[in-house]
């Protein structure tokens, strides 16, 4: 949702702030509830788009405000919607190596499902790393939404 940077580029009291400002910020604010239906099939991944993006981009806004207050706004990394053709998503699929994603388009072509309507609780505060040509979390801190 949000980057805040390279963990060696902080130290242990600007962790702790960042984490203490987005739990006091978050608990302002209502659960996001989305809905999730159809995926998107693209060569590089399948995610499912969220409607409405509004509830989950306050909470990203959030989060980007305690990080500037934190870090400073130059530190803000860039807003993924400023890069052209962002969308909100959930990711289901990576894709590895360069094929085709018409055989996955045609498959979930032939699924009939009805939207399904989340409520989100909490975000992850998490530390990862993409080492191994994956992303792979070290480290998740649960933070609530809402009180």
Do not use: C, K
């Amino acid at each position: 949702m949000q980057g805040i940077g390279f963990i060696d580029d902080l130290d242990d009291e600007q962790v702790a702030r960042l984490e203490h400002g987005i739990r006091e910020r978050l608990a302002e604010l209502p659960a996001p509830v989305v809905t999730f239906h159809r995926p998107v099939v693209r060569p590089e991944a399948v995610y499912l788009p969220t409607d409405p993006p509004a509830p989950i981009t306050a909470v990203r806004h959030a989060v980007r405000e305690v990080i500037g207050h934190v870090l400073g706004e130059d530190d803000v990394e860039l807003a993924p919607e400023h890069v052209q053709g962002y969308r909100l998503h959930v990711s289901v699929a990576y894709s590895n190596a360069a094929q085709s994603a018409e055989p996955i388009a045609a498959t979930l072509a032939q699924v009939e499902a009805e939207p399904v309507v989340v409520t989100l609780h909490h975000v992850g505060l998490l530390e990862f790393h993409r080492d191994h040509r994956m992303y792979q979390w070290t480290h998740s801190e649960q933070v609530p939404i809402g009180r």
